[in-house]
């Protein structure tokens, strides 16, 4: 069930360039069913910033009722957020979206690819996938100073690096990467850029893949039709907010 | 108190009811509270055909407001009827139709076929729509457009018609006059005041539709304003909406003329507005020395 | 990096100045920074005699906005020649006179008079005041009155003449044409919408005079959607206003299609943002990628 | 000197019913020259508050570069400074307007009359008056639980108080009071709501008395022409934030 609720800020801190982790405490939590899911933020009190800002849950604890969010300062709203502190408290609406489904994925070797800010779901997805499968995670930065959780990937899987200037890891994207590698994996997920998103959906046409979408959002939850997208379905179309934010690879274009 | 509010023969409940485009068609908001507590539900404009809408991105956020290009998105009248209504059939809730089109006609159709539903208890015509015949002229700037549809669109609506005005003219009172002179039962009054926002990175237009519909708070004085003006030229029941969040605002809107009131952006920020709000109103009447609706009327100011 | 701007024959140091009846005639800012350091200062409108104002309240907060009836308060032309304007000779930035008035004859009056004094560089003519003699109908909002006090103002200012429109129209893009045929030499947009604010308490418009402008943030989407349009149809220089408070707005005001920016309502918040905006305005041009102020005019949205 | 600078909260509390008292430390204070002038207070970031907030200036303390605002909350702008604590800074513009004369009086007996949010700014002067002079104030309130400051003006004046509702003092208003007293005073001050300016004008026209008056206000330094008023002068009007806030009773028409 989604809830709206103020959650208590543990600890808030940065952790690359302008990036940050933030711990949240909550009954919301317990809400949380799948790595994917998504938070809708409101900024401060929300007098002049009226839309709230989407973020996927990077992991998640239900026995702890804590979440941890990681997120990039692009604009004034995060900027807001990067500066609040221990015992603050944040206005949540969520968990939202459908996230991964890995409930039938046993003894599989599966690929997990991600760009920049899209990184931060498939962390929870590896803890989780790991479980009963072999996974790579491949992971691609714009710089060294970008990187952010490679520790925390390689505890949950092989995980390889890609920075589009080669300050770290292999020079060049993630698809640079993917194409070197000579596994067979059965099924891959995705998350990042549109780009990104699409050269993969090229790339490994032949698998089944999983594609985690985003697009500007008014209300979240699947009522104002902002975050649209043109899909091979009976209605023509998804809700990015309602019906994703994960879509399986041959239903979305891009 | 009692909250109940008669709107052109309609009764409401409260006079709380979530406004076009904002609340789609109930499904997503049932899963925050029971539909049975608002005054009236309006679901999301309807058009002859199904229509895809504007490319994305579709919303921008603006000082104290917001943009929004979603273009009519709708799976057209027939499906609305089909797969939408039956839903909101299990609430006591008077539904209001929205309607939209491109020509006379499709207005026509649309709401014969809306308002021969039994769950639709009004119809509410969007004029802020470009007239295709009239090369792209919205419906709703110009009198004679205006008169002539709502006029053709009531001969075929038994049920209260109310007209949704657009702001983007010189004289809305003008507007309202003619709507009212032929035979509009209520107004709506505001829609959304055409906005633009430039990305500085791309240094393009944020909304792929280049400008977008602003609502939220920053408007909220240009609808009191032109509530206050028609509201000297006519007895007609007004819904008002334009940035309301709070039971302040409310007020602010009932004391401008309107009866009723709806709430569009602010479910974004909060789905339990609606909710919230009519829990709230008694409350904030008493709060201003009002005792009931009716002293609120009472005390329009003139 | 150079911030020189041409506005149809009058160059300025840099794009930025402040917004008429904003700024007073410069004198209580000339305390906080040196007048020099702006692009140009544009003075509290001229009448042809002294005239008191509205009533008071004069302004109430909005959201991300305020609201103003001042009513043109000033001591009318010949006094502002006699004792505002020898103060702003000590600076060497050009001096903008915004003229206002009740008819065609009295624009004509204050112009002639303001244009003839060497410290003023350019006039702006407000055209959003009613016309008395057409029974209180905005001069500007009405293409054919617009043109002809464009054209009769023109024929005594031998400066450059900017037209400042009102967003209160349903088609800015025929005023705009309007007076660029009757011979205006830039464009100044946008003036405020009318709003209205209620006081709950008294249950009466906030302002004494019922209706106030909007200005501030809250309008900006509507000021940069109306330079977009207005600039597709012409090459007059347009002097963009509305809701600029960083520099930011102020590149998005650029891409839109503005030659230069007025700052009204910030000023109010902070009496050096003029200042500061002059100040960082380079640095916010490199950031997004900006070698010149030309870069910007290339990069206008189309 | 007018001055924006961001001053440090040293307290912020609760004094009477919906009344706080807030102590500013900061540079700013250096140029306050009299008791009576006002500072403009922008509201949280001034994002969605544009207008600020004109509070009379209760007390300073050049030495500790400290000064008191005493303030009731009415609305949004006043609720959020309310919150402030220790440490928080707060944008501020100041000193303004010109405060009331008191260089010239020496040995007099004068009358210093307060209504409501009126009385903040008459006790920086009680204090000055209260050197060279016998003062008498008079302090009208709504009820008992809107009284503050009584102490602090019993220490500087004869303080005398009316309460509308009788709850505490005597029941009525200021003029109630002033009817009552006999004595010759030569000057009086007073602050506080329109209507009790009007009636202390009529009242005492007989004396040389200085009025400090209140009108929303835009940009607070003159430029505006928001905060006018009908004068008796050669211009015909007065701007409340330049040419006062306080003002002959002979000049300005109530
Ligand atoms: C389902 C989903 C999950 C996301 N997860 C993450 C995450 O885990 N970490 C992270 O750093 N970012 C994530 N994003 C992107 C994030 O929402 C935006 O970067 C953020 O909203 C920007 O807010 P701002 O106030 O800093 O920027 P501003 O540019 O000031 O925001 C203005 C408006 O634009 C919207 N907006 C701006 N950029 C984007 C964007 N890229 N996508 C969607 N809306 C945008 C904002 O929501 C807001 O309404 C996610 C987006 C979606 C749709
Ligand atoms: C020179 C001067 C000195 C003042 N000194 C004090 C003081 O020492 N203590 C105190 O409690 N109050 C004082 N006031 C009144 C105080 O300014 C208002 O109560 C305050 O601005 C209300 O702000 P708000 O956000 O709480 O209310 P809101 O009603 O939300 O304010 C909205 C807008 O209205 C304006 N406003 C509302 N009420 C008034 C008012 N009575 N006078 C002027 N503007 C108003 C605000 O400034 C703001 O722009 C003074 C006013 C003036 C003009
Ligand atoms: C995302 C969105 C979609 C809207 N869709 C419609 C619509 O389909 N039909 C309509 O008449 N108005 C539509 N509106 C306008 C609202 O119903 C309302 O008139 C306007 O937003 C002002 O109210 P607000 O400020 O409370 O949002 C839409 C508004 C928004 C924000
Ligand atoms: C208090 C006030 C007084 C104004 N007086 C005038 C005026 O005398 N003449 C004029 O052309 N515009 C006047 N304006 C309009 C401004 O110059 C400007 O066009 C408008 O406020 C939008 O800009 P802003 O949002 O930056 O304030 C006034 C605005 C305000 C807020
Ligand atoms: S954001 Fe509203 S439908 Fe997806
Ligand atoms: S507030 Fe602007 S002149 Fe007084």
């Known amino acids: 069930m989604k809830k709206l609720e103020h959650l208590t800020v543990i600890s808030n801190q940065p952790i690359a360039l302008d990036t940050y982790e933030i711990l949240l405490e909550g009954d919301l939590v317990q809400q949380i069913n799948r790595p994917g899911q998504f938070v809708h ?123 589009n200037d080669g300050s770290y890891g292999q020079k060049g994207f993630v698809t640079d990467i993917i194409t070197d590698l000579n596994d067979d994996f059965t099924t891959y997920f995705a998350c990042g850029p549109l780009e990104m998103l699409s050269a993969v959906q090229q790339q490994l046409q032949y698998l089944d893949g999983y594609l985690s979408i985003e697009e500007r959002m008014g209300c979240g939850i699947g009522a104002c039709f902002a975050c649209v997208r043109e899909a091979h379905n009976d209605k023509g179309y998804v809700k990015i907010c309602q019906d994703g934010p994960v879509f399986h690879s041959s239903e979305v274009t891009l | 108190m009692n909250l109940t509010v008669n709107l052109g023969g309609l009764t409401l409940q409260n006079p709380i009811m979530p406004s076009s485009g904002c609340f789609g068609f109930g499904r997503e908001f049932s899963e925050f509270y029971d539909l049975n507590e608002l005054g009236a539900i309006v679901i999301k404009a309807a058009t002859g055909d199904k229509r895809f809408g504007n490319t994305t991105p579709r919303v921008a956020e603006t000082p104290s407001g917001m943009l929004n290009a979603i273009g009519l998105q709708n799976p057209g009248v027939d499906q609305i009827i089909e797969k939408e209504l039956p839903f909101l059939q299990q609430f006591h809730t008077p539904v209001i139709a929205n309607v939209a089109g491109s020509q006379l006609e499709e207005y026509v159709e649309v709401t014969e076929k809306l308002a021969a539903q039994q769950v639709v208890k009004a119809i509410e015509i969007n004029i802020s729509c470009p007239n295709v015949q009239e090369g792209g002229i919205q419906f709703g700037t110009d009198p004679t457009l205006a008169y002539d549809l709502t006029e053709q669109v009531k001969k075929v609506c038994p049920k209260p018609l109310f007209v949704k005005l657009s702001p983007n003219v010189t004289d809305i009172t003008t507007i309202a006059q003619a709507v009212e002179e032929a035979g509009a039962d209520g107004l709506s009054m505001i829609n959304t005041l055409t906005g633009m926002k430039i990305d500085l990175h791309t240094q393009q237009p944020l909304i792929a539709n280049e400008t977008g519909g602003l609502s939220g708070p920053a408007i909220k004085p240009i609808a009191i304003r032109m509530i206050h003006q028609v509201r000297s030229q006519t007895t007609l029941p007004i819904i008002g909406m334009g940035g309301i969040s709070t039971t302040e605002d409310i007020i602010e809107f009932l004391l401008a003329g309107a009866n009723a009131v709806a709430v569009g952006t602010a479910n974004f920020q909060n789905p339990f507005v609606c909710q919230n709000l009519i829990d709230e109103l008694p409350e904030t009447l008493e709060k201003y020395g009002f005792q009931s609706l009716d002293e609120v009327k009472g005390a329009v100011t003139s």
Not at chain 1, 91 to 120: A, D, R, Y
């Open chain 1, 41 to 163: 933020i409101q900024i401060s009190e929300g007098d002049y910033h009226k839309l709230r800002r989407p973020l996927s849950i990077a992991s998640y604890n239900h026995n702890k009722s804590q979440m941890t969010l990681i997120y990039k300062v692009v604009g004034d709203g995060l900027n807001w957020m990067s500066q609040l502190s221990e015992g603050d408290s944040l206005n949540v609406l969520g968990p939202l979206g459908n996230g991964f489904e890995t409930e039938n994925l046993f003894g599989e070797k599966i690929l997990v690819i991600g760009g920049g800010v899209g990184v931060p779901p498939l962390y929870a997805l590896c803890q989780h996938l790991s479980e009963h499968n072999d996974v790579t995670a491949v992971l691609g930065y714009q710089s060294r100073a970008q990187i952010f959780y490679e520790n925390q990937f390689k505890d949950v899987s092989d995980t390889l690096i890609a920075t």
